[in-house]
């Protein structure tokens, strides 16, 4: 598995290109990590690299905030750290986002794990005092 290490948050524009780049036709990514390990800063990365011009924020209370990208494309950033179960994914009809052409990041895909799709992009971040490990 390919890893890129960022040592400082000036680094991060150029593994946001890396991820963008070894997607291919996928369009879920599911982001795993502690918390504080820079999912959510990663991701923001990944959508500034990708053109939004939106503000883009943690959605931890609304669970999935929508973006643009420059080509026009949707953009859904899930947070599931607050859902109690699975259900919860079901009652926001999550199959209208997750098999739709848009993309879809998602921090703690943990929670929603059996019902992600087959080809989801996994990316783990993990993080120690000076640099993050950033695997997919």
Request: charge should be negative; aromatic fraction near 12%; charged fraction near 20%.
């Amino acid at each position: 598995m390919p890893e890129v290490i960022v040592n400082s948050l000036s680094e991060l524009p150029t593994a946001a290109v890396q991820i963008i780049e070894a997607i291919g036709d996928r369009n879920v990514l599911a982001f795993y990590g502690e918390m504080g390990a820079g999912k959510t800063t990663f991701i923001k990365a990944v959508c500034v690299a990708l053109g939004v011009k939106e503000t883009i924020s943690s959605p931890t209370f609304s669970i999935v905030n929508e973006y643009l990208s420059a080509s026009g494309r949707k953009i859904y950033h899930f947070d599931f750290y607050r859902i109690k179960d699975i259900n919860e994914a079901f009652d926001m009809g999550y199959e209208e986002y997750l098999y739709s052409d848009a993309l879809c990041f998602i921090e703690w895909p943990e929670k929603i794990e059996a019902i992600l799709p087959e080809n989801v992009f996994p990316i783990s971040i993990a993080s120690d005092t000076h640099k993050r490990m950033i695997t997919f």
